[in-house]
């Protein structure tokens, strides 16, 4: 169901929790996560964005492609930043790569906080809150 690729020297714990995710939230689909650094998530972003700036996370779904039956898409998550804000919000990597995760995955499915009238925030802010989660990627951009 989640295959990871961790392409840092960053060892995480607790990848059972985002297997369990990837089973609930991913809707018991196939997803790719990526840990990368910022130089890779840049590069990565200026490619497919059009923006030359590293960013907290990336979601490239694969309905895009037509390929829906299994496989939901590809995340990638940058690290560092991962490990800045979580030592700016008092709580673990791990519970930051999760929120990043979830963040994503609903990305994946279609949610877009951009262009949307709340959705994304609402089920962001579900799943962070069945998972016992700190707040939410959304929410914590509204409140600064």
Sequence with gaps: MLDIDNQTLVELSNLEKLEEIALIVGQQKNIELLFVDEK?????NKIYRNQNKPTDVLSFPLDD????DFLLGSIVICIPIAEKMAIKYG??????VALLFIHGILHLQGYDHEKDQGEHREAEKKWVEYFKLPSSLIVRAMEQ
């Design 91 to 96: 709580h673990t990597l791990e519970e930051e």
């Design 65 to 68: 492609m037509g390929i829906i």
């Design 40 to 44: 890779t998530i840049q590069e990565i």
